[in-house]
């Protein structure tokens, strides 16, 4: 068997993933908008034209680093869609978004906090789309304009806690506090779990 030594400029099967977790650390490290594909190459030991080969621009790159978080995210809000009450469809959402934030706290956090990938995904009519989807269910569990406040703050919250430098707590412990803070700023009551049977 024999082991080839990677050159640089020449193309592992999975520098396609290593682009986008490097692309991801620079996002959270200069920004979106500070941080180019040149950079992302001499962080990798590759050349700019390996990183043409799988990305032509910042922004195709920005949108494989978020396709995953945005798949979660547009199946937890059409399956939160399908529930009966607003209560029932904000507590199935707010517990999918906060896995969704936990799952993917790097991505996440720089989504939450870079105006220049905001500014972008929000220019895209399907994700604006999306987030306005995610947004009015959360609002629709106080009427007015109290319930978007309500909606925003929860969403920017989650987002912002699940920063990995922020609060260093295990993945199953920060889920449960988001969510519970969460029902808190909406005014959801946990769900009754059933009684345990003899």
């Known amino acids: ?67 995953p978080a945005l798949r ?33 706290r790097a991505v996440v956090a720089v989504l939450a906090t870079d105006p220049g990938a905001i500014d972008l995904l929000r220019g895209q009519p399907e994700t604006r789309d999306l987030i306005n989807r995610q947004l009015t269910i959360l609002a629709d569990v106080t009427p007015g304009p109290a319930g978007y406040v309500n909606a925003t703050v929860v969403l920017a919250g989650i987002a912002a806690a699940a920063g990995p430098a922020l609060i260093q707590v295990d993945d199953d412990a920060l889920l449960q506090h988001l969510v519970e803070a969460g029902r808190r700023a909406l005014g959801l009551r946990a769900p009754r779990r059933p009684a345990p049977t003899a």
């Not at 992302?40 to 910042?58: C, L, N, P, Q, S």
């Not at 979660?72 to 199935?92: D, F, G, I, M, Y």
């Open 1 to 67: 068997m024999t082991v080839r030594t990677a050159r640089k400029g020449s193309i592992a099967p999975d520098t396609r993933q290593r682009l986008i977790d490097v692309a991801v650390r620079l996002f959270a490290q200069h920004s979106f908008a500070g941080t180019s594909l040149q950079m992302i190459a001499d962080e990798m030991g590759i050349t700019k034209a390996a990183v043409y080969h799988h990305f032509r621009t910042r922004e195709e790159l920005l949108s494989a680093v978020v396709e």
């Open 72 to 104: 979660q995210l547009r199946a937890a809000v059409e399956s939160a869609e399908t529930k009966r009450t607003p209560h029932a469809r904000a507590e199935h959402l707010l517990t999918g978004y906060a896995t969704l934030a936990v799952e993917h």
